[in-house]
């Protein structure tokens, strides 16, 4: 599995995306947002008929507890390795717990929105940082497309990552040596 380390590469050292590493960029961007679609389509109907959490959630869950620490970790900027996936799970154990001695049923109305408000979060952010990445052509990992765009309004130099998990790393050094050939 990819270290969630935060290593940064100094600026320029990565080569940007050529178009079949913007168009997978687009492509992951706008799967992202179609999540984001089904989450506020679905957001008065957290809970089905039958009494459980929709499984969209629990899906989308499983795949975000894999990618929340990649998100906080490399775009913004931080060395808190699976921290945040752990504390996501604790507080989500804690929701489900109180939901279970309140309510006699861990799947309530409090975990699926704060399940909810976290694939908002998540999903959005990294959406939009995949769009973002396709259209400027940002080095490395997608998580640093905001920081990309800083750089190049201020002029300020931001440090690159390379993407640590996906597909994205191999097609970038693929279409940077055969646009050096």
């Known amino acids: 599995m990819a270290s969630t380390d ?66 906080v970790n490399i775009g913004f900027s931080r060395t808190w390795k699976k921290w945040p996936a752990f504390i996501s799970v604790g507080i989500f154990l804690a ?16 975990l699926a929105r704060s399940i909810w408000f976290w694939e908002l979060y998540l999903f959005s952010h990294l959406g939009i940082a995949f769009i973002l990445a396709a259209i400027i052509r940002t ?9 990309d765009l800083y750089s190049r309004i201020t002029g300020v130099p931001t440090k690159e990552h390379y993407c640590p998990v996906g597909p994205l790393q191999p097609i970038d050094q693929w279409e940077a040596r055969r646009s050096c050939n």
């Open 139 to 147: 080095p490395g990992c997608e998580m640093r497309a905001f920081h």
């Open 6 to 71: 935060l290593k940064l590469d100094e600026p320029g050292s990565l080569p940007r995306p050529g178009p079949i590493g913007r168009i997978v960029r687009l492509g992951f961007g706008l799967l992202c947002l179609s999540q984001i679609y089904w989450l506020i389509q679905l957001h008065d109907n957290l809970i089905g008929a039958d009494g459980h959490i929709r499984s969209v959630f629990w899906n989308g869950m499983a795949i975000g507890l894999f990618l929340i620490s990649y998100v």
């Open 95 to 110: 929701i489900a717990a109180y939901g279970y001695l309140t309510a006699g049923t861990p799947e309530t109305h409090l």
